[in-house]
């Protein structure tokens, strides 16, 4: 079983910052990618950041210059730094692992509970 348990959202105001975790437990062979997704109410899920395990990263583009994206593979844990938050960046937060369990196993898909993050004007 994999989990990936997520971290530090809360409420903020405009401006301010928020640091958001994700560590992923359980039995794995190699993780591959890592990353953010937020679901806004009423919107579709959509990327917010990923970072590889050679740590490439791409971001969407209302997330460059404002968050970034990091991964300590040791502890299997990644991490978004919001920076200049808008209210436009409310919504819930996902972390996506795409990983292999087993050496023989295929790529595929986990996802965290999500954690709120809300941000006031």
């Known amino acids: 079983q994999v989990q990936l348990v997520e971290s530090g959202g809360g409420l903020v105001q405009a401006g301010g910052s928020l640091r958001l975790s994700c560590a992923a437990s359980?039995?794995?062979?190699?993780?591959?990618?890592m990353g953010w997704y937020r679901q806004a109410p009423g919107m579709q899920r959509e990327l917010v950041a990923i970072?590889?395990?050679?740590?490439?990263?791409n971001y969407t583009d209302s997330a460059k210059d404002r968050f970034t994206i990091s991964r300590d593979n040791a502890k299997n844990t990644v991490y978004l730094q919001m920076s200049s938050l808008k209210p436009e960046d409310t919504a819930v937060y996902y972390c996506?692992?795409?990983?292999?369990?087993?050496?023989?196993?295929?790529?595929?898909?986990?996802w965290g509970q999500g954690t709120q993050v809300t941000v006031s004007s």
């Open positions: 996506n692992a795409l990983l292999k369990r087993y050496f023989w196993s295929d790529l595929r898909d986990y």
């Open positions: 359980g039995s794995m062979y190699s993780i591959n990618v």
């Open positions: 970072i590889t395990s050679g740590g490439s990263t």
